[in-house]
Every structure is written in structure tokens, then in C-alpha cells.
């Protein structure tokens, strides 16, 4: 069952539709579910809403395995390079190179997109539905990627597994690195990662994917005890290739909480 609404993200002022999976029989019983936030609502539930028409198939994977758990994806920007701005942590000085635009740097947004999701929409969605409010995860891919591990050091207390997919980390390279370094991720209690091999995009070729991975993997390794990365020979960027690790990403996040 979907449910969506308009909210407003207002260090930006700007509308944004978010989208509510709940378990079909969520207004049949009165049980508390834990809270799994997404980036790209739109790519997650249904092909006819995705941007390329095919979904992460989400909604019928929770309801086929039985999975008891409400997930919240947030709608990406669509005007111009407004999704890399929200999804960037830190302006990023190298994109001229990658897509042709005036600006000298795209991003820096992220800390104020995350602090909306902590300060403003998640107290909503604990109000507005039977959450269990400590079991707080967040997924995302490509630039969800980033800016979810971007999350996770920043509010590692409230998102305690997550899940960062085909993560463009070059993007931030260095800053993303340098957060790690520095957080304390030890109340983190589940880290999923995966990169292509052929996740190659734009100017940027598949080897800075893994590449770029790799490295961030290398430092978390030494943070997070239940970590599991994965490469993925021949996987390419895109929903289909991220539907099909859906029964991977969840199993490892939430195995012990099916039913």
C-alpha cells in the first residue's frame, strides 16, 4: 500500500512529494514498524512513476516476502542540476568536467537536505504513523549513495543501517573520506555497499566507480563491524540493475526482522 503527500523542504523552500509504503494490513492490526528513509521516491514503488520506467520493484518485493517495515522515499528535484545540489554534501569543483554547465561548482546542499529528513520529516512520519522510532535506516543509490553515507556519519545515532548503492563518491571524494575518517560510527549496526563493474556515466568510466568505492570501503572496514561489500561483475548504473539487488540489500539490512 502507497501512500504520498506534498511536504515542503524548507531550508529550500520547495515542494516535494513523498511516497509511504506500509505493510497491506498496516490499518488492520496496531503493531509499530521500523522506518526505512530512500532518495528518488519516484524510482522506487512503481514503473509507471520511475524516471526511465522501470523501479526498484520495492513495494512488491516487501509484500511478496512478507517484510513488515515502512519506507519513505522522497522525490529527487528535477530542475536542472538541483538533485545533485540536494544529494551533494560539498560543493563539487570538478563537475564542469562532467556535464556542461556555467556553474563553478554543483552541490553543498546535502547538510540541509539531511538536517530537513532528521529535524522536520521524520518527527512527521513518526507522527503521522505507528513507526518505531529508534529502527531508522536509509538507502539510496548513485548520488543517494553519497548522501546517505553522508547520513549516516552525520546522524549516526538515528540512521543505524544503511544502505549505499553504486555510490557516485566521487563526487565528494576527498570530503566523503575525510568525514569518515572522522565520525564515530560505532553505533552503526549494519553497512550494505556495492559498485559495478560497468557502471560507467558520462565522463565518468566504470574503473573511478570501483575505484572510488574501494576507497571508501577500505576506511570503513576499520568503523563498522557488520559491513558488506560487494562488486558486481557486468552491473551497469541504473534501476534495473538496482531491482535486482533488492533481495540483497534487504536480507542483509533486515533479515532478523521478517516475519
Not at 21 to 33: A, C, F, G, I, T
Not at 206 to 216: G, L, T
Request: hydrophobic share 35%.
Amino acid at each position: 500500500m502507497i501512500e504520498q503527500f506534498e511536504v515542503v523542504i524548507t531550508p529550500f523552500n520547495r515542494k516535494r512529494t513523498a511516497r509511504v509504503y506500509l505493510p497491506e494490513d498496516y490499518y488492520q492490526n496496531d503493531s509499530r514498524y521500523p522506518v526505512l528513509y530512500m532518495h528518488d521516491g519516484q524510482n522506487l514503488f512503481k514503473d509507471e512513476d520511475a524516471n526511465y520506467g522501470v523501479s526498484w520493484g520495492i513495494s512488491e518485493y516487501l509484500t511478496e516476502r512478507g517484510r513488515k517495515m515502512i519506507v519513505v522515499g522522497l522525490d529527487c528535484n528535477h530542475e536542472g542540476y538541483k538533485r545533485l545540489d540536494e544529494y551533494g554534501p560539498w560543493p563539487s569543483e570538478e563537475m564542469s568536467r562532467v556535464f556542461p554547465v556555467n556553474e563553478d561548482s554543483i552541490g553543498g546542499e546535502g547538510k540541509l537536505y539531511i538536517d530537513y529528513i532528521v529535524q522536520e520529516l521524520k518527527p512527521m512520519i513518526d507522527a503521522a504513523y505507528r513507526t518505531k522510532t529508534e529502527e531508522t535506516s536509509m538507502a539510496g543509490s548513485s548520488m543517494g549513495g553519497l548522501i546517505s553515507t553522508y547520513a549516516a556519519c552525520a546522524y549516526p545515532d538515528i540512521f543505524k543501517r544503511i544502505a549505499s548503492v553504486s555510490s557516485a563518491y566521487w563526487f565528494n571524494q576527498k570530503e566523503i573520506e575525510n568525514f569518515i575518517e572522522n565520525s564515530d560510527l560505532s553505533s552503526i549496526e549494519k553497512f550494505y555497499m556495492d559498485i559495478g563493474t560497468n557502471e560507467g556515466t558520462q565522463s565518468i568510466g566504470s574503473k573511478q566507480y570501483v575505484d572510488s568505492s574501494e576507497r571508501v570501503h577500505h576506511i570503513l572496514k576499520n568503523k563498522i563491524t557488520d559491513l558488506r561489500f560487494d562488486i558486481i561483475d557486468g552491473a551497469v548504473h541504473n534501476e534495473q540493475a538496482w531491482r535486482e539487488r533488492v533481495p540483497a540489500i534487504f536480507e542483509f539490512l533486515f533479515e532478523e526482522d521478517s516475519n
